[in-house]
């Protein structure tokens, strides 16, 4: 599993502030290095695609193992489900089309039954 994410938070907290004087974001991240632990950055990094001064502390310490393998074990059970929704929903979509098909082919057969029926029906009144 490969991941590389953070998301952002805003609760009520401590102000830190960036070497470049602007309030710092607190940040989640999401590697398997350090899955759901919480940390500051640069308030300008990714902003007009600077990497601002590159702050960096850590707001939450260090997890221990157990909770680390318990994390990185739940994201990857979350993305095997993700990878298993997409294939149902490919499931879905081609007996969709299975369906509509063999609509179309109800249709065709029962107007061709119909055909043979009524040419039947105007022999027998031409006989």
């Not at 710092?24 to 999401?30: F, G, R």
């Not at 040419?119 to 031409?126: A, E, F, G, K, W």
């Given at each position: 599993m490969e991941r590389s994410s953070s998301s952002y938070t805003s609760k009520?907290?401590?102000?830190?502030?960036?070497?470049?004087?602007i309030e710092?974001?607190?940040?989640?991240?999401?590697t398997e290095?350090?899955?759901?632990?919480r940390f500051y950055g640069c308030g300008l990094y990714k902003d007009r695609g600077t990497k601002g001064c590159n702050f960096f502390q850590w707001h939450d310490p260090v997890d221990n193992n157990r909770q680390k393998k318990?994390?990185?074990?739940?994201m990857k059970e979350v993305d095997e489900l993700k990878l298993r929704e997409k294939d149902l929903q490919t499931m879905i979509s081609e007996m969709k089309m299975k369906e509509k098909c063999l609509w179309i082919?109800?249709?065709?057969?029962w107007l061709k039954n119909l055909m043979n029926h009524f040419?039947?029906?105007?022999?027998?009144?031409?006989i």
């Open positions: 009520a907290r401590s102000r830190v502030f960036c070497l470049c004087n710092a974001p607190l940040v989640t991240s999401w290095e350090n899955p759901g632990r318990i994390i990185v074990g739940l082919v109800l249709v065709v057969c040419s039947h029906v105007q022999l027998n009144l031409s």
